[in-house]
């Protein structure tokens, strides 16, 4: 399968993670497989990577570019939010590094029939995980108003996103909104001819991306437990390009790295917390401008990274 994804921030990464020969790491977003490769060559001649993907594409993608280093790689279709449950069935209880890099592929966004992208027309789909039901033709054609535009401002920071949100409304009652060219027409009726760099459609399709794929949801729900799946010693890694996934991951490393999680100004602590990690960066690694220029991906990267205690 031609799978084109090129992967961000990968020496500083690894550079965080550290992988090593004899130890296990987790990969819960594997994509094309780049980050995951690159700790199985640092690990080599035995280290062992679980990679996970919802997307059944980047499972068989990364299995072929893979496929030479044979059982040191275990491939999972999942959630990464089904981590836990994952390594306790192939009896590895914890980890000795966790990577998450958040968000789409290039594959995704590039295989216009998926609906990610308004470049080409397609069924208005975008579900990383094509077994749900919930899709953006969904959204957009039976939620309330109210609730797109929620979506829109929330997700996308579309400041016309009560306009947008209205006109979708408006439309609908005469016809289905079906294709991804039906919607980024619509958008630009609202907000005027693109720009050179940025078409008028970009914010609303990240919107109801996110909101398809639950993706705010289920980092929240990992970052609960994640560190419960990391060895004392062992690191995690999340890289996010979004300012809301970033505060999710910003909140959930201090909390972890807190002594106690009382409300301040309480007399006794009552908490029963215990710190669980400490932090290996204070503020958020970002991208050289090289390699922006040389993949303009990364220039929403940022990169946060805990030790387990
Ligand atoms: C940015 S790409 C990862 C690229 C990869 N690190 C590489 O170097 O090729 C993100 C991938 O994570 C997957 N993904 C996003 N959220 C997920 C989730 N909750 N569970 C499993 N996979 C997820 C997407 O399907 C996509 O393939």
Redesign the pocket.
């Known amino acids: 399968m031609n799978f084109a994804?090129t992967?961000v921030l990968i020496q500083e990464s690894m550079g965080l993670l550290k992988p090593r020969s004899g130890e296990r790491y987790l990969?819960?977003?594997?994509?094309?497989?780049?980050?995951a490769e690159e700790i199985l060559l640092r690990s080599s001649p035995d280290g062992r990577v679980l990679g996970?993907?919802?997307?059944e594409d980047?499972v068989t993608a990364a299995g072929q570019r893979l496929s030479r280093f044979g059982e040191r790689l275990t491939l999972r279709r999942?959630?990464?939010?089904q981590a836990k449950d994952i390594l306790a069935a192939i009896n590895w209880s914890r980890v000795d590094g966790v990577l998450l890099?958040?968000?789409?592929?290039s594959h995704?966004f590039d295989a216009a029939e998926r609906g990610f992208s308004f470049q080409a027309s397609a069924p208005l789909d975008m579900r990383?995980d094509r077994r749900q039901k919930l899709t953006a033709l969904e959204i957009v054609n039976s939620f309330p108003e109210a609730e797109i535009a929620k979506i829109i401002s929330d997700y996308g920071e579309e400041p016309r996103a009560r306009r947008i949100a209205a006109a979708i409304a408006t439309e609908r009652k005469d016809r289905v909104i079906e294709t991804t060219i039906d919607l980024a027409e619509l958008i630009v009726r609202i907000r005027g001819k693109r720009s050179r760099a940025h078409h008028p459609a970009t914010q609303t399709f990240q919107a109801l991306r996110i909101a398809v794929?639950r993706?705010l949801e289920?980092l929240k729900r990992f970052l609960e437990y994640g560190y419960e799946l990391l060895q004392p010693g062992g690191r995690m890694v999340i890289i996010s390009f979004h300012s809301l996934e970033d505060r999710l991951v910003k909140t959930a490393f201090r909390k972890w790295s807190e002594k106690c999680i009382c409300p301040p100004r309480t007399l006794k602590c009552e908490c029963g917390w215990s710190q669980k990690a400490q932090r290996l960066t204070r503020k958020p690694i970002i991208a050289s401008a090289e390699e922006v220029r040389a993949n303009p991906r990364a220039r929403a990267a940022k990169l946060r990274a805990v030790v387990r205690l």
Not at 52 to 55: E, K, S, Y
Not at 78 to 81: E, G, R, S
Not at 101 to 105: N, R, T
């Open positions: 994804h992967s990969d819960g977003t594997l994509g094309g497989g780049g980050h996970l993907d919802w997307d980047a999942a959630n990464f939010d890099d958040l968000g789409v592929s995704q990383m794929n993706e289920t």
